[in-house]
């Protein structure tokens, strides 16, 4: 190894000061930590262009904690309390509002409302709605002909195709198939399940494992979303994977992001979710989250969205039955499963 010149010394001996003093300028930046789910986080993920749009303009950090769902999401704060380290949290969903709310962990978002729009409608002082979807079963058209047209025919249909779903105690999706379930079936639920369990491959903790089932062709069908096939005719230019219009309608699912009371950094939280429901995001989410936007957006939809399954009806239990129940419904799922 080659040594360095007294003049190279020295001039690393006068560098050190002024490089110190930028670390510690960088350093003083404020960070903002996010907790969210892992696919959002990803490369391919709307999460790197956030990081990189809200970072020019906050002059903080921004800190993405990728945990395993929304299910997970929520968990993980429970367990920590009012010890976390979340500034904001998203990807909860409004299945799990009431519950969220109840844990005493969130703060008002300060947010104007205004640009967002879902289906149903939405208000709340505290969850701010940032994308949403309709669940739907997903599947391979190479392998699977003749698709489920309801509910009732995925439950009754034949056991030889197999669905992989994901667990409602982990995921969301997972808990939005126990909800879909039970706003069409009610009390018969329990039995409901039973007769689908037949057609179970596996269950998972979330979605990532799930759908990597169906695209590995090891499970002809999956609990996903509507709007899941767009992402294989943009990127893909394939119509191979398509989403079941049930005639019972789909279960809606509505992403949200709140701030948690503990944060260091309220304002700095506050501009984030004001962030999310900005075109700048809204134009992001639709091709990396592959998601619907839930406020206004600078650009129109790209043409494979308008080919998607549009339901017929939008199903939706209370988020305080939710919370109520949820427990139960879970527990009457596992029985029924034989888990």
Known sequence: MRRPTHTATLGLALALPILAGATA???EKPVLTVYTYESFTADWGPGPEVKQGFEATCGCTLR???LEDGV????????????TDADVVLGLDTSLLAEAKATGLFAESGVDMAPVSVPGGYSDPVFV????GWFAVVYDSEVVKTPPTSLEALVSGDPGQKIAIEDPRTSTPGLGLLLWMKAVYGDDAAAKWKQLSGRILT???GWSEAYGLLTSGEAPMVLSYTTSPAYHLI???SDRYKAAAFSEGHYIQVEVAARTAKSDQPDLASRFLTYLVSTDVQDVLPTTNWMMPAAKTDKPLPDAFGTLVKPVKTLMLDPQAVADHRRAWTDEWLQALGR
Do not use: H
């Not at 997970?72 to 010890?83: C, F, P, T, V």
């Not at 709605?129 to 949403?132: H, N, S, T």
């Open 129 to 132: 709605p940032f994308d949403y």
């Open 235 to 237: 990127e893909e230019s």
């Open 203 to 205: 269950v998972t903790p």
């Open 25 to 27: 300028q960088a350093q």
């Open 64 to 66: 993405f904690v990728g």
């Open 72 to 83: 997970a999401i929520l968990n993980r704060l429970k367990l920590e309390g009012a010890s």
